[in-house]
């Protein structure tokens, strides 16, 4: 089983940053794609961006630039560093795995929790 929790959203101002963090427990995360995707009110659920085993990340373009994601192999956490925030970021973010491919164009096979972002103009 894989279980996600995910820990640092909150609310900020537009152009502030936020840096949400993803621990996997009860899994070997070089065997997994990791990614974050988020959902806002009334919006189906959009890949935000994924790392591979091998390091390679991929993101969606409205947030090219702007967020990071990186990860810690040892700790088994996976992190999103996510600058220059717009009011249109505001979306529950889900740490998510998958084993079988590494693109955010589909549904991922495991997501946590979520965590709660909202930016504010």
């Known amino acids: 089983q894989v279980d996600l929790v995910e820990s640092g959203g909150g609310s900020v101002k537009s152009g502030g940053s936020l840096r949400l963090s993803c621990e996997a427990h009860?899994?070997?995360?070089?065997?997994?794609?990791l990614g974050w995707f988020r959902q806002a009110p009334g919006k189906q659920r959009e890949g935000v961006a994924a790392?591979?085993?091998?390091?390679?990340?991929t993101y969606t373009d409205a947030v090219k630039g702007r967020f990071t994601i990186s990860q810690d192999n040892a700790k088994k956490k996976v992190y999103l560093q996510m600058n220059s925030l717009k009011p249109e970021d505001t979306a529950t973010y889900y740490c998510?795995?998958?084993?079988?491919?590494?693109?955010?164009?589909?549904?991922?096979?495991?997501y946590g929790q979520g965590t709660q972002v909202t930016v504010s103009s």
């Open positions: 009860s899994v070997t995360v070089t065997d997994y794609c």
């Open positions: 790392i591979d085993s091998d390091g390679t990340t």
């Open positions: 998510a795995a998958e084993t079988h491919y590494c693109s955010i164009d589909y549904d991922f096979a495991y």
